[in-house]
Antibody, heavy 116, light 109 residues
Framework: QVHLQESGPGLVRPSETLSLTCTDS????????WSWIRQPPGKGLEWIGY???????NYNPSLKSRVTISVDTSKNQFSLRLTSVTAADTAVYYC??????????WGQGTLVTVSS | QSVLTQPPSVSAAPGQKVTINCSGS????????VSWYQQLPGTAPKLLIY???KRPSGIPDRFSGSKSGTSATLGITGLQTGDEADYYC??????????FGGGTKLTVL
């Protein structure tokens, strides 16, 4: 059974780098695609990107220049780095598993605020 | 502005039926499977429908999905107050980027 949990700082200063980690404590990370998805307060969902357990990635074109997603199968984790953040990056960040072209398991989400 | 278009809100009385539409294009919905997600207030989204019309284990058959051309529809019958939530459609485009609709707020009057 998949159980995803996001972790990382809840406050990031403008122009700095946002870093989050997602751990699957319930099942192996192998064999699946893993995504980051965010939701600004009061707004809809925005896909950030995905990584396959082998390391293949694909990113939202609007964020591609600032995003890196990496995976550590030995720790059953994958991570997000978003550089040069601004207030527009303030959002709840979710990690999710992609299976069969849908996101079938989600973490509870973590609010990241960009502010000085 | 989302690539997939949903109505901002829909409403219906308890026990009634409601449908939520999701409109896209030939390069996304037209060529790929559609999923639907339910987001109850203050919680993470939950998968309701995948593969256009399939329900994950545990999702009641009051929820249904369909797709025709470049549009998809979520149907909910026998509305309950607990169905009040935001509903999102999702699909992929031909560059394998995931897309979401802007979301529809369901009010059960």
């Amino acid at each position: 059974q998949v159980h995803l949990q996001e972790s990382g700082p809840g406050l990031v200063r403008p122009s700095e780098t946002l870093s989050l980690t997602c751990t699957d404590s319930g099942d192996s990370i192998s064999g699946y695609y893993w995504s980051w998805i965010r939701q600004p307060p009061g707004k809809g969902l925005e896909w950030i990107g995905y990584i396959y357990y082998s390391g293949t990635t694909n990113y939202n074109p609007s964020l591609k220049s600032r995003v890196t997603i990496s995976v550590d199968t030995s720790k059953n984790q994958f991570s997000l780095r978003l550089t040069s953040v601004t207030a527009a990056d303030t959002a709840v960040y979710y990690c999710a598993r992609a299976s069969g072209w849908s996101f079938d398991s989600w973490g509870q989400g973590t609010l990241v605020t960009v502010s000085s | 502005q989302s690539v997939l278009t949903q109505p901002p809100s829909v409403s219906a009385a308890p026990g009634q039926k409601v449908t939520i539409n999701c409109s896209g294009s030939s390069s996304n919905i037209g060529d790929n499977h559609v999923s639907w997600y339910q987001q109850l207030p203050g919680t993470a989204p939950k998968l309701l429908i995948y593969g256009n019309n399939k329900r994950p284990s545990g999702i009641p058959d009051r929820f249904s999905g369909s797709k025709s051309g470049t549009s998809a529809t979520l149907g909910i019958t026998g509305l309950q107050t607990g169905d009040e939530a935001d509903y999102y459609c999702g699909t992929w485009d031909n560059s394998l980027s995931a897309l979401f609709g802007g979301g529809t707020k369901l009010t059960v009057l």
